[in-house]
């Protein structure tokens, strides 16, 4: 019997890795191995909001709202990851820019980030993406 949970036991949430690099569940269906060999920096609220200029409550929002990710440390605090000013700044610019509500901003990040999938397997591929398309 094994002290790791399975993944029943987690209902279908993700799953998180131990140092042993248990497979964790990343995304619906797909799993990851993750080892912790080098301790990943994380930033705290006050240190992002700081860094993207803007209030951390309004840092908040954005992660309940989903457009930015974050994590809880053992005291309960956000911590996030050291891109995390830099999604920040890219949902601010969309704001600004296009004039975006922050639901509409949250469909256009998605959109971005599967566009930027399908291109990097097109260079895989060999495939030019700059050929002018057929229309």
Known sequence: MSDRPSWGATGGRTARADAGGAPVRTSA???AV????VPVPRLSLDTVARRAGVHPDLVRRFVALGLVDAERDAAGRLVFDSA???VLARVQRLR???CLN???IGLVLDLLDR???LEAALRRAGTR???PPWT
């Open 129 to 131: 993406s700059d050929i």
């Open 115 to 117: 566009i930027s999938l």
């Open 29 to 31: 269906g797909s799993t």
């Open 34 to 37: 993750r080892y912790a060999l």
């Open 84 to 86: 995390a000013p830099a």
């Open 102 to 104: 922050y639901a509409s």
């Open 96 to 98: 600004s820019g296009l």
